[in-house]
Each structure stands twice: as C-alpha cells, then as structure tokens.
C-alpha cells in the first residue's frame, strides 16, 4: 500500500489542522516530525524529509505552506528519490514581503524553478496571505505541474476552517489513479492512462 507522508508547514500542523485529521484517519499517512517546527532550517528538513521517502519508496507526498515548499525543495534537488506524487497546499513564499512574511522561513530561499519528475498538484487560494494566487499559478506552470483554484480560501488552514479536508484525500487518491501501473491489457494493446478530473474534487 503507498505510504502518504503528510509534511507540515511552520509551528507544525496541531488539531483542529486538517494534516492532524488527515493523519488520525487515514491508516496508509503519517504526519511527519520534522524536528523544530517554530525554527526550521531548510537543508534539515529537506534531509529529514528525504530519510522518510527512502523509508517509504513510492509514497505520495502532502505538503502544506512551508511543509509545500520543502517537498518542492526535494523534487528539485533529489531527482532520484522514488516519490510517486506529490500534493503541495497552499504553499508560503519565503522571501514575500508582505506583512505575514517571517524571518523564520527566509533561510528556504527562493523556491525552486524546475521542472518535476513526478505528477504534482498544486492546491492554491485566491487570497492566501502567504502567496499570491498568480504565483502559485506560474510556480506551478514551472513546475509541470497541475492547479486546482480552491478560490477564497485563506490560508487553507485551520483559521480558514479546515479541520477534517475530505477533499484533500481525494485529490490524493485522483493522484494515486494518475500514477497507477497501466493493466496488463493496456501494456499489451496500448492506450493512454487514466486522467484525473480535478473539477470534481471538491473541497
């Protein structure tokens, strides 16, 4: 069964957090311990994150805000980890100068421009304080990866309201589907694999 390793984002993702819910309710996730939550240093979390995805080969990765763009981090720099997928939330942008900016997450640097090996979808809101909705569209577009417009939805946190995210599993299992090995009889007669329709998975 894929593992799916859920990182979180700074100060850690307590209840009511939907990573919290996520990882109490779902028996194949994990919320990771990345050591210190409130004052993270890239090259540890990148390498703590890395030491989980060579325990789990082939799981799926679930980032949200600084958790986002740390897996972001590791599928630039570690192209050679066996990660099936990834889903980055709301990701933070370390170097924005907007009043929500903390010098606590600067030392992540810019984020990164290339593009992934691994399918990606980036779940970004129109008013998310930490990241414009145009960049995390052309963050995306860099990144080859795919853009779900959860609309006005903060943060996508829990002072957003969300807790319990059932939409976010399923945009986890739309991903699971896109990755899955095509069946005998598609490898034999061919045929292109199945596509996810994000239009349905609703928050």
Known sequence: MTKTLIVPGLDGSPSPHWQDWWARTD??????????????????????????VMTHPDCILVGHSLGAVTIAHLLARWPGLRVRAALL????????????????????????RERFDVPTLVVA?????WMSFDTSRDL????????????????????????PWPGGKRMRDA?????????????????????????RLTA
């Open 89 to 112: 939330v709301a990701p933070a942008d370390p170097l924005s100068a907007t009043p929500l900016s903390s010098e606590r997450i600067r030392c992540f640097g810019a984020l990164p």
């Open 175 to 199: 991903l699971l589907a896109q990755t899955r090995p095509r069946s005998v009889l598609r490898r034999i007669f061919g045929g292109p694999a199945p596509q996810p329709s994000w239009l």
């Open 27 to 52: 028996p194949n996730a994990m919320l990771l311990d990345m050591g210190d939550t409130t004052c993270p240093v890239r090259e540890l979390w990148e390498a703590t994150l890395a030491v989980h």
């Open 140 to 163: 995306a577009e860099s990144w080859g990866a795919e853009l779900y417009d959860l609309g006005h939805a903060g943060h996508v946190d829990a002072a957003s309201g969300f807790g």
């Open 125 to 129: 809101s129109r008013n998310d304080p």
